[in-house]
């Protein structure tokens, strides 16, 4: 039934195309797409057609392809632009009252529902279902196919948001790697406490300066090329840390150049959404591939200790370095390909050779109103200028700032916070995992949230504000709640850990805010409002810190103040100062 999937693919094809791209696929360029789209399937058929008349003549058809064999002869022998016509004809006409031997016409009648109410993907799936077992319950060779049946039959969009998905989950692997390995080093080479900081601490400086240099390689050359060369770079420097650290300095580097990949990764993947993925599925397609990171840090911290335990230190650089270069080489050397063969265009607009990823974004009014930006010379100056003077992009940063704030001080003083609760040191680092734990379910439900929410009708502006006040207010009225209930070591407990599994919802409003203001340069949007968001983290983690210090150990003034305010002066910012509505840079820029 290689046919009918082909049919059931593009015809999905096209209605992605009319769902991102309305103006294109309506009037003569959309009949002209049309065309070349029953070209297609006439030849497709055509090819199909002769391959069945080879095989009928040996017997050799399963019951649902038998209906298309009496078409073989005429669809060899008659033009192409009757074929298709002639091929479904004969087969309605040869459905014969009585079945013949071994052929269930209700299981056709079932295969040709499943092709109509699914566009011929689900017919492809019982197809080869029904192949993989013989009456007499034999195997045959169509069977143990379900992962390449599952694979074959998804979107060309997904196949991206997955791969997205496992490269942000293999970052966070590389991230937290170091966290565990810095003790049995440390120990073995006798640093002190202050060179181990330092190590640790270039991660981060490596992050923080490749944010807005990632963006733009993003919104320049693609997110498709900036996130595998991201990813390969720092996956060789983890391969290798075990050698590079017969020294600090050459360990120390290592750590800035996995930094500096890691922080090119999130514009990168932005940008693919952004050309890939309509509006209205975009909050799902983000939510989906950055819960990619809460995944990657519980496989992280779950894994790092057995693995150091039983294995050695070294092993665990090689293993988390090894996977992200099989990601690298499964990702341009199957998935890249696959794409290519599917959908060429889309693949084109990936790597910003083609205007694809400005008609695909035709959802949002910049694409579908300024031709002269969707046309854009492909070395035009990226307008930073213009970003840093729009009063949503500077919104955008002082959220970024504000959310990292709070979330990554909390990460890193709760375990010592629970410690002072009274807590014991593993029961205190257990919970302080949960909330990553839920946080890729959490955020995916997010997504599909603001993309309900859109298909409802609610405007898109009042969807953002609202997941990010779910996850902003919602997490300063957790921590209020964990002040009122100071007696009580449960509720203040619940309460903290019910915030920080409130926050991923901000992936489906801060996150996706870049991709509203302009799907052409989101990645470079991202990149500045992601090194605000890291400047945040540090200086929260740090205050915190020295605030403890000079109060004398007072977590109200140190760590429920500071993060309360935080919260609230973002989410002020970002529902008084961002629309979400689309903004032209370029004429800004002129």
Known sequence: MAVLRQIGSHEHQMARRRECCPARCSGTAGRAVQRRLRRMLLRALTTESAAL??????????????????????????????????????????????????????????????????????????????SSTSPAGKQTPGSGN??????????????????ATLALMLSNMGKVDMSVAIVPMSAEAGWSASVAGLVQALFYTG???????????????????????????????????????????????????????????????????????????????????????????????LAAPPIVNSLGWQALFYIYGGLGLVWYAWFEGVVMPELARADPDMVAGLTGTAQTAAARAASSAEASTSSSSAAAPALRPVPYRAFLGASEVQALMLTHFCNNM???????????????????????????????????????????????????????????????????????????????AADDRSLVVAAMIGGLTLHPFTLAGLFCTPNDLSTKYAGAILGISNTCGALGAVSGIAACGVLLDATGGSWEASMYGPLIAALLLGIYAYVAHCNNEPIDFDARAE
């Open 53 to 130: 008349a080879a095989r009928a003549a040996t017997g050799q058809l399963r019951p649902s392809q038998a209906l298309l064999a009496p078409a073989a002869a005429a669809a060899e022998t008659k033009p192409a632009a009757t074929a298709a016509a002639t091929a479904t004809a004969t087969a309605a006409a040869t459905v014969p009252d009585v079945a013949p031997a071994g052929i269930d016409i209700k299981q056709i009648e079932q295969l040709e529902a499943q092709f109509a109410a699914g566009g011929g993907a689900a017919i492809g799936h019982a197809d080869a279902a029904s």
């Open 146 to 163: 379900f992962v390449e049946a599952w694979w074959s039959g998804m979107p060309a969009n997904d196949k991206l948001v997955m791969a």
């Open 406 to 484: 709070y979330y990554f001080t909390l990460l890193s003083w709760l375990p010592t916070y629970f410690v002072h609760l009274g807590m014991d040191l593993s029961q205190a680092s257990f919970m302080s995992m949960v909330p990553a734990m839920t946080g890729f379910f959490v955020s995916s439900g997010a997504g599909r949230f603001a993309d309900w929410m859109l298909a409802q009708g609610v405007p898109l502006p009042r969807v953002r504000k609202t997941v990010q006040c779910i996850s902003m207010l919602g997490s300063a009225a957790c921590m209020v709640g964990a002040l009122a």
């Open 207 to 301: 992050y923080m300066l490749a944010c807005v240099p990632g963006g733009y390689i993003a919104s320049r050359a693609g997110g498709r090329l900036a996130l595998p060369v991201a990813l390969g770079a720092w996956s060789l420097a983890t391969f290798v840390a075990p050698l590079a650290a017969a020294t600090v300095p050459t360990l120390s580097l290592t750590r800035f150049v996995v930094g500096a990949g890691q922080g090119v990764a999130p514009s990168a993947v932005v940008d693919v959404v952004a050309r890939t993925i309509p509006q209205s599925g975009r909050a799902s397609a983000t939510t989906t591939s950055f819960g990619g990171l809460h995944l990657g840090t519980v496989v992280g911290l």
